[in-house]
T-cell receptor
Framework: AQTVTQSQPEMSVQEAETVTLSCTYDTSESNYYLFWYKQPPSRQMILVIRQEAYKQQNATENRFSVNFQKAAKSFSLKISDSQLGDTAMYFCAFRTYGGSQGNLIFGKGTKLSVKP | DAGVIQSPRHEVTEMGQEVTLRCKPISGHNSLFWYRQTMMRGLELLIYFNNNVPIDDSGMPEDRFSAKMPNASFSTLKIQPSEPRDSAVYFC?????????????FGEGSRLTVL
């Protein structure tokens, strides 16, 4: 069975600084996606960044980037120049692909607070 | 484009009452998912459908829960009878089942409180 582990229940960072959120996963599949979703207090689930497992290049989206280590099954999220609006729960998630895709499996989340 | 639409956004009911949550997926998506979010258990998959057919309902807690997808544009999650432990936020999400992006698009969730 696939599992996703986020070992940091809470983190805080000063505005404009950089923070890294950790995620590890376990799977025997070779084709899959990894995601980071953000859930602000409004509770809307918002996709932050996506990584396809077959791509060696780490994904980036503006201030957000990932460090994808496939052999180590690690998928961390780096947020640069943190902003107050980044305060939210962040969920790491895994999904197999190919054929009929399965469901999205989430970690327990990391609560990030950005302080002024 | 309209996103995933869920209703109601908030529901307060008394133990024993029937609750029906509704979802309209994004047009063209052929996979639909129901998740439940609680502080204790996080985000749990309840059930998902591909092309209106239930594929995995192993997360449905018990017989009190049922889900239907009568057509590609509508799904319901019903709890009968409801219990206080069912209090949670219920999310519906949709996606393509066979496209390379893999992303799930979520509705705004339905917050259920059972007194």
């Amino acid at each position: 069975a696939q599992t996703v582990t986020q070992s940091q229940p809470e983190m805080s960072v000063q505005e404009a600084e950089t923070v890294t959120l950790s995620c590890t996963y376990d799977t025997s599949e070779s084709n899959y996606y990894l995601f980071w979703y953000k859930q602000p207090p409004s509770r809307q689930m918002i996709l932050v960044i996506r990584q396809e497992a077959y791509k060696q290049q780490n994904a980036t989206e503006n201030r957000f980037s990932v460090n994808f280590q496939k052999a180590a099954k690690s998928f961390s999220l780096k947020i640069s120049d943190s902003q107050l609006g980044d305060t939210a729960m962040y969920f790491c998630a895994f999904r197999t692909y190919g054929g009929s895709q399965g469901n999205l499996i989430f970690g327990k989340g990391t609560k990030l607070s950005v302080k002024p | 484009d309209a996103g995933v639409i869920q209703s109601p956004r908030h529901e307060v009911t008394e133990m024993g009452q029937e609750v029906t949550l509704r979802c309209k997926p994004i047009s063209g998506h052929n996979s639909l998912f129901w998740y439940r979010q609680t502080m204790m258990r996080g985000l749990e998959l309840l059930i998902y459908f591909n092309n209106n057919v239930p594929i995995d309902d192993s997360g449905m807690p018990e017989d009190r829960f049922s889900a239907k997808m009568p057509n590609a544009s509508f799904s319901t999650l019903k709890i009968q009878p409801s219990e206080p432990r069912d209090s949670a936020v219920y999310f519906c999400a949709s996606s393509f089942s066979d496209r390379a992006t893999g992303e799930l698009f979520f509705g705004e969730g339905s917050r259920l409180t059972v007194l």
